[in-house]
């Protein structure tokens, strides 16, 4: 048994260190508790087949926004890909949950050596 079984929301120990390709099948407003005696709004994705939601960072809304335009709604059914990738944030590394446009692996063009592929959302 491991202590992130426990755990209500998606973290990145729970994707092993894999990418993962998940459908979402709703979006829902929850109250969290990020401090102590402080309460706020925040947007929890779920997805088909999981019982774990993803809070949204700003990031993953902006990357979501980008993928399926501003109304929420249009992200449900959509398939995407989840993976825990490092960052540099104030100094400190922290490997948060971003994520990604999904594409099948066979139609996916390798990226050209050196440069980053340009389809990815961060």
Do not use: C
Not at 7 to 19: D, F, I, M, T
Not at 35 to 48: D, I
Request: zero cysteines.
């Amino acid at each position: 048994m491991n202590w992130s079984q426990f755990e209500k929301y998606l973290k990145p120990a729970h994707l092993a260190g894999r990418r993962a390709v998940v459908t979402i099948a709703d979006v829902k407003v929850e109250t969290l508790h990020p401090r102590p005696g402080v309460k706020e709004p925040a947007a929890v994705l779920y997805f088909k087949g999981r019982e774990k939601g993803l809070i949204l960072s700003a990031t993953n809304r902006r990357a979501l926004a980008g993928l399926f335009g501003d109304d929420s709604n249009n992200a449900i059914g959509k398939q995407i890909e989840l993976e825990a990738t490092p960052v540099v944030v104030a100094g400190k590394e922290r490997t948060p949950i971003r994520i990604y446009e999904h594409r099948e692996a066979q139609a996916r063009p390798p990226a050209p050596a050196g440069k980053v592929e340009s389809a990815r959302v961060n």
